[in-house]
Structure formats: C-alpha cells, structure tokens
C-alpha cells in the first residue's frame, strides 16, 4: 500500500536503526514536531495501521528497546 502523504519535511529516518527508542522519538518531535510517533513493539502481533494517518511516524523496536525498522509516516 502506498502512502499518498504530503508532509512538510522527512518522512523517513534510516539513519534511527539500531537507536534506542527514547531517543529516535526526540530526534523525530525535533525534526518535525507536527508529526505523532507511535511506538510498536516488532515482535508482538501488530495490525495493519489503517487507516493512513499523515501525522502519524510509525516506530517499530525490538525487545531491547532499539529501533528495528526505518521510522516511516503512515
């Protein structure tokens, strides 16, 4: 599915992978402060986030807390 988001700024952080959560959410509400993150744990059974929501940054970790796939908008 792809996004039809027209966001001002990123919408994408790569360079958060392997960072820990606290911290890739500070850097995200700085960057772009219009913008809600929204924590999901990787390994626990997530269901698709429908519907697309623009100021949303989806922000899958792992158990340790880390980053474990790019902080997309959706």
Known sequence: MSSQCTVQGKTAW????????????SIIQKENP??????LNISQDVPD???VDCTRVLIFI???KQ??????VR
């Open 62 to 64: 792992n158990d340790n």
């Open 14 to 25: 790569p360079e958060l992978l392997g960072q820990y959560v606290d911290k890739a959410v």
């Open 34 to 39: 219009t913008l809600r993150p929204v924590v």
């Open 67 to 72: 980053v474990a796939l790019v902080p997309i």
């Open 49 to 51: 986030p429908d519907p």
